[in-house]
């Protein structure tokens, strides 16, 4: 597992049920660029670690601050599973959609994240991935953001863009048990 703080939240011990050996090299905070880079240096490090299931998690630190969109986005996406593959090219290769994240008074945010996730499908087509739709997941029956599934606001009214651990990260850790432990292959993830 590698990407930004979403995938860096799951428990790899736990998702791994003492089955499957699960590596989870995810941190907060980082871009598509530095994901990439995170990957390079953990296939330097591990040069014989065979890699079945790789799942990426990228784009929500990417858009934060988008005011015209996220097509720039374009070439880094590519350009991160171009290597993904060239590194691990007999693995699966997931990645993760961006869930409904509240915008915290950036009002771009949520069409960002509709975007960029519109952006992953597009590239995980173009270079044969699998899109792991976790988006849907977090909606309530309305179609809004299922405000159970996050933290309330903090004390200076902001909210965390992340699902909450005891409500939020098992719906985000269901998707990734079932494809890790799945005896037959399900590209969705349900």
């Not at 240096?41 to 929500?60: C, D, I, R, Y």
Request: hydrophobic share 40%; net charge positive.
């Amino acid at each position: 597992i590698a990407g930004d703080s979403f995938a860096a939240r799951l428990d790899a011990d736990r998702l791994s049920r003492g089955k499957e050996t699960v590596t989870n090299i995810a941190k907060g905070g980082l871009k598509i660029s530095a994901i990439q880079k995170s990957i390079e240096a953990f296939h330097t490090k591990n040069p014989l670690v065979q890699v079945k299931k790789l799942f990426l998690s990228f784009g929500a630190n990417d858009i934060r601050y988008c005011t015209q969109g996220v097509n720039h986005l374009k070439t880094p996406v590519s350009d991160l599973m171009k290597t993904a593959k060239k590194l691990y090219p007999n693995a699966r290769v997931f990645v993760q959609a961006i869930p409904p994240v509240h915008p915290n008074g950036q009002d771009k945010i949520p069409g960002n994240v509709c975007a960029m996730n519109n952006l992953i499908f597009d590239r995980c087509s173009r270079h044969k991935l699998f899109y792991l739709d976790v988006f849907w997941a977090f909606l309530d029956r309305y179609g809004n953001r299922n405000e159970r599934l996050f933290p309330k606001c903090d004390n200076r009214g902001f909210y965390d863009i992340h699902p909450s651990p005891k409500a939020g990260m098992p719906v985000l850790a269901k998707f990734y048990l079932r494809i890790i432990h799945s005896k037959r292959f399900n590209p969705l993830g349900y």
